[in-house]
């Protein structure tokens, strides 16, 4: 496999017409080794438009989806990120490229050493891993942007309290078969703006709250 075709492809084939513009972000991505980040076995797909599967039946997002949210939070270079979520370290690598600072969880311990290595192996030296469970608590302080990779059947509201006045959250909420990717702002009174982007279906964040059942 041409490696360095296969990602300008991906860039130009995928993430572009997924409507990702922001340079920057085509940029990251267009240099960062998502091969690297890849399980053993699917080297071949690392630039392909397909769910690539991790261990614990988990999966990283697809490029296009990536770029989209990168796009949406808008990293800035003094930014302290949070993401939740941290997979094979892919999407943890970009937005330490763009940001001042990541914090990055999961509630698997294998992803998150082996995540480390592979960040320490391509160059990331400002992302901070930590295992833990999300749905029952966070890291300390607030934060400029938080990026969460999976879904959230119910909105989790303490995701929103963890930003700083101006901050960002990404979340992506709802049922399959449809998801509604959100960008949601802290304003300067503490309300929310949320924009709706786009729509997609990923994995829902282990333990999340599921909604009430219906009852007739």
């Given at each position: ?185 802290r304003e300067s009174d503490g309300s929310q703006r949320v924009t709706s982007d786009f729509e997609t279906n990923v994995l829902p964040l282990i333990n ?9």
């Amino acid at each position: 496999m041409n490696t360095e075709f296969a990602r300008r492809q991906m860039v130009g084939q995928q993430i572009r017409t997924f409507e990702v513009s922001d340079a920057s972000v085509l940029e990251v991505l267009g240099e960062l080794p998502r091969e690297e980040f890849v399980p053993a076995g699917f080297r071949q797909l690392a630039f392909a438009d397909v769910k690539i599967p991790l261990s614990h039946g988990q999966f990283m997002m697809t490029p296009n989806v990536e770029g989209r949210l990168l796009q949406m939070l808008a990293p800035r270079k003094d930014d302290d990120v949070l993401e939740i979520g941290t997979g094979s370290g892919f999407l943890c690598a970009c937005l330490a490229r763009l940001a001042r600072t990541v914090t990055s969880v999961d509630i698997f311990p294998d992803f998150t050493r082996e995540a480390a290595v592979t960040l320490k192996s391509v160059g990331i030296e400002n992302a901070t891993l930590a295992t833990m469970d999300a749905t029952k608590a966070l890291p300390p302080g607030t934060f400029d942007a938080i990026a969460v990779t999976a879904s959230c059947p119910v909105f989790d509201a303490r995701f929103f309290d963890a930003l700083k006045s101006g901050g960002r959250l990404f979340v992506i909420v709802g049922s399959p078969p449809v998801m509604d990717a959100r960008l949601i702002t802290r304003e300067s009174d503490g309300s929310q703006r949320v924009t709706s982007d786009f729509e997609t279906n990923v994995l829902p964040l282990i333990n999340a709250a599921a909604p009430p059942a219906f009852r007739f």
